[in-house]
């Protein structure tokens, strides 16, 4: 089934207690394509690149199946810029520079062709322009998941309001969840963001795993512990897009199938964060994906009958 | 199975911002032993309180099919005292006052009838304190576990390592783990620690979850996202008594045992967090116990089936 994914397509520059980088490929819509990717072979992007965006970085997309025609570029302009550090522990990053660039005046219009997915993603922008892509849709798609940040909630969160009472899955990070729900308890903070109309929550603990919630049920995944985080950046977007693209791939939006795309989604990011930027993202192969999934089936399975 | 349990029996003033106690019962023993008895009906507890210490405690222990002969009472002295105050996102706490009372000079001397049990539990004490317990066994038990903290670490580094080479499996938490192994991811932390000569090392992470290494394996148990965490002091020990108590329970040391252990422990632990102190862990049903362990199941299990 086709998926879009409307969102930012940048450059980086990340420095991690292992090293540094110059501009790399980066942006939300970038990491959530790529992962997205290893599950569905339709997948259209919209976003917003400068003159100085690198055509190899385009090839790259195509070759795993995204249509970048939805990228507009804009020749004279440069593309968003973002350069960061992390620290050891890799939970807390300071942001050293952001150049909006391009993405000061971004304009979503989505291609005709593009408005009928049956799978939306909305990647992190700001909510208005969320919206703008929503009201271009020619019928609701099946699924519809929003991720969003706390500075959103902070600048625009009546926006943002808005627009999460139209979706179904919204994605967001346990110190979000705190600061959108004002609740601390993460438990109650997700009955509070459900009342905002989503059907579903799905809160990322980045290293300690995400939890997925709807009114009645929950469910956990873990992180796959791993010998070394190379660099944390888009492991959030990765994430989304495996979770996404299986979703795409499997047709199914019950709760029981929700479960299983964590699952590949946490498989995804865990491949994310071992390389810089998206380059662990970059040529997978099915095997790869799938040992992967078994390391999380085998970290997590257990067998417990309570018939005594 | 017969399980003996060393460690501290306690009182204890707590602080959370939900409330405070004036001395109530607590101690790693008394935690580990509780949680233990409802999985296992033959429990041995060896401590050491002062006259001050109120016997209905002793009362409630024994009612948990606990023999408590083995707890010495020094009537001219004072029972183990630590006062506390946790923080509001309960992962921190300060410590207000420990007064070490009769703990100071404690010979802990294991009943004759008390030195065969199939599982010894080491709760956190002085190392020297546990090996001393270790070398009054007559011959080695079926399984034992040692808990131990930061502070030994510290101060008494080569009596722990003496002690750790000696038992089945270790449980401490991350930040212990990170300081014991000098590493701070805990995936290369427990290959090291492994290397110290236990066969298994459990890595508690608190409302994290908790992970279970051996040399070739990795199992990972999250935590019961709950409404309120009321106060966690204990949860740790209860984790360690269900753990343990399953296994003298089922009689079964494999991995795939001590997974469903750490599910078990995990059930036990989210009790003891929901109250003050041990209220919580007195009294429960099996039906109340049963009922969490399918919650568990609930939130972690999923069925993914990797034939394509």
């Not at 703008?132 to 991720?147: G, I, S, T, Y």
């Not at 995400?210 to 010998?227: I, R, T």
């Not at 950046?233 to 029981?256: M, V």
Request: proline content about 3%; overall charge negative.
């Amino acid at each position: 089934m086709s998926l879009l994914v409307v969102g930012t397509v940048a450059y980086d520059a990340i420095e991690t207690p292992f090293g540094k980088t110059d501009k790399i490929l980066g942006g939300a819509a970038t990491y959530i394509s790529l992962a997205a990717s290893y599950f569905t072979k339709n997948i259209n992007l919209v976003s917003v690149v400068g003159g100085d965006f690198d055509k190899k970085y385009l090839e790259i997309l195509k070759k795993h199946h995204v249509n970048t025609d939805g990228i507009q570029i804009k020749e004279n302009e440069k593309t968003f810029f973002w350069a960061g550090k992390y620290h050891i522990d890799m939970n807390t990053r300071d942001t050293l520079d952001t150049q909006l660039n391009v993405l000061a005046d971004f304009n979503p219009i989505v291609p005709d062709n593009m408005r009928n997915p049956d799978f939306l993603m909305l990647g992190n922008l700001m909510p208005s322009l969320q919206m703008k892509v929503l009201n271009q849709m020619k019928e609701r798609p099946k699924l519809v998941v929003l991720d969003t940040m706390n500075f959103w909630i902070e600048v625009a969160i009546e926006d943002l309001l808005k627009v999460i009472s139209r979706v179904d899955v919204l994605t967001i990070n346990d110190e979000e969840a705190r600061l959108l729900s004002n609740e601390y308890s993460l438990v109650k903070a997700a009955q509070k963001i459900l009342d905002l109309g989503p059907k579903y929550l799905i809160i990322k603990k980045g290293e300690h795993g995400a939890l997925l919630f709807n009114k009645e049920q929950v469910f956990f995944a873990p992180a796959l512990p791993l010998e070394e985080v190379f660099d944390p950046t888009g492991a959030g977007d990765s994430f989304a897009g495996g979770f996404i693209g299986y979703l795409a791939q499997t047709k199914d939006i019950s709760f029981e199938n929700l479960k299983r795309a964590i699952i590949f989604g946490s498989a995804t990011a865990s491949f994310c964060v071992e390389k810089f930027g998206t380059e662990r993202l970059i040529g997978l192969s099915q095997e790869e994906v799938d040992e992967r999934v078994q390391e999380f089936i085998n970290l997590v399975q257990f067998d417990i009958s309570l018939v005594d």
